[in-house]
């Protein structure tokens, strides 16, 4: 925002070199500076804009660069003539080889890093939206059903993966997209936000000796089951951060995402906890009303706490990572009181008969669910993507759901056929 930065470079003693009054401001400076000595020695050029008006500004339209203010080529390159010092082109012979560290029998899978859909970086800004968060709110690790048995890897588990430079924890996602003998898990969490997550502590150190990238598109990694002896997690309408989890139970496997109205923190331990609703009431609260349903023998736990008729935070506890989808509990957090129904199915999990359930998040231009989605092509005959779109509006926009859309299709066929 301007204003913040206006206002902390005037208590540094810089106020006249930043004394912004609106966002036009500092676009035309940036406008003006990319063009400061250029003369078309430098390829950001849009010198053009520097004298917009705050009107202007306001309804500018995506542009294409260069656009310096006096008249040149209207597209890079046009005119045979490249940003070096002699104009021409550089060509750089490039030698394929092999990846420098290969896999043998102790490290035997590829691990792939990258983006997945809805995230960016290490979600510094994407990270704060509910709706990006929804898709997909964990590090994952996607890998194909051939290593996942024999790895003795079920979906939901936990998998650890460990390369010679370091080691993560990810939730498994099994998918038959992947290519056997590569798995693959996202960059984007950060210890911020989780613990061992952190894809950059596993991928191998090894750069391109001319750009300098990372290759971190070929780690050889070993994976296997983490050795959890208990699942859960917990909602909140409090803010939780990873470190605060550490009251229940120290949890290995500990990440926290922001929900529409809510925390959400997914977790997983090695070691034994004696009292869950003791660590439930040290994480949220003692105060209020608390509902709790404890089965010891069988190391399962449910726990809500309650304040002013509205739900303040739950915790759900398992042996294994079967637990309640999220989506329903979560979207208590937006509404106000419960009601009886709601009330009488928190430790359950799971919506009351007729009320209806979206289910986990597929598109989230439209907040749209994957429950949504298979009750419309099973109830109402959807038989393409295109009219999934007509009838729901997933997938209409950015289109980055198109693909999952495919895959329900697929399932509901399935399903029909069986």
């Not at 008249?71 to 104009?87: I, K, Y």
């Not at 939206?129 to 979906?155: K, M």
Request: glycine share 10%; hydrophobic share 45%.
């Amino acid at each position: 925002d301007w204003k913040i930065v206006s206002e902390v470079a005037a208590r540094m003693g810089f106020g006249e070199a930043f004394a912004y009054s609106c966002a036009a401001d500092i676009f035309r400076e940036h406008a003006a500076l990319s063009a400061f000595e250029n003369g078309g020695s430098r390829d950001f050029d849009i010198g053009a804009l520097a004298g917009l008006s705050d009107e202007q500004y306001a309804g500018l339209d995506p542009v294409q660069w260069p656009l310096p203010a006096t008249a040149g080529p209207a597209r890079p390159f046009s005119d045979g003539r490249f940003f070096t010092e002699s104009r021409k082109a550089r060509l750089i012979p490039v030698v394929p080889g092999q990846p420098a560290n290969a896999c043998d029998d102790q490290w035997p899978l590829i691990l792939n890093t990258g983006r997945i859909r809805d995230q960016w970086h290490t979600m510094t800004r994407t990270g704060l939206t509910p709706r990006l968060t929804s898709h997909i709110a964990e590090p994952v690790l996607q890998i194909h059903p051939i290593d996942a048995a024999a790895q003795g890897l079920a979906a939901d588990a936990v998998a650890e993966v460990t390369s010679r430079w370091g080691r993560l924890l990810a939730r498994v996602e099994i998918d038959n997209d992947q290519r056997p003998g590569s798995v693959f898990a996202p960059m984007h969490w950060s210890d911020v936000s989780a613990r061992h997550a952190r894809v950059g502590a596993v991928v191998n150190p090894a750069l391109d000796p001319i750009s300098g990238q990372p290759e971190f598109k070929h780690t050889p990694v070993r994976v296997r089951l983490f050795r959890a002896q208990w699942y859960g997690f917990v909602l909140s309408r409090d803010p939780v951060d990873p470190q605060a989890l550490a009251a229940l139970g120290d949890p290995d496997y500990r990440v926290v995402v922001r929900g529409n109205g809510h925390w959400r923190g997914e977790i997983a331990g090695a070691d034994a906890v004696a009292d869950w609703a003791e660590c439930a009431r040290a994480l949220l609260g003692a105060d209020g009303e608390w509902l709790d349903y404890a089965d010891p023998a069988h190391g399962r736990y449910r726990g809500a706490r309650i304040t002013d008729g509205r739900l303040a935070g739950c915790v759900f506890i398992s042996p294994g990572p079967e637990l309640p989808r999220r989506g329903w509990l979560g979207g208590l957090f937006a509404d106000g009181a419960l009601d009886a129904r709601a009330r009488a199915s928190l430790l359950a999990g799971r919506a009351p008969a007729g009320v209806a359930d979206a289910g986990e998040m597929v598109c989230a231009c439209f907040n749209v669910g994957v429950n949504t989605i298979l009750n419309a092509i099973r109830d109402d005959g959807l038989v393409s993507v295109d009219s999934i779109g007509s009838a729901l509006q997933a997938g209409t926009n950015c289109g980055s759901c198109i693909p999952e859309l495919g895959r329900l299709l697929a399932q509901a066929r399935g399903a029909a056929g069986a």
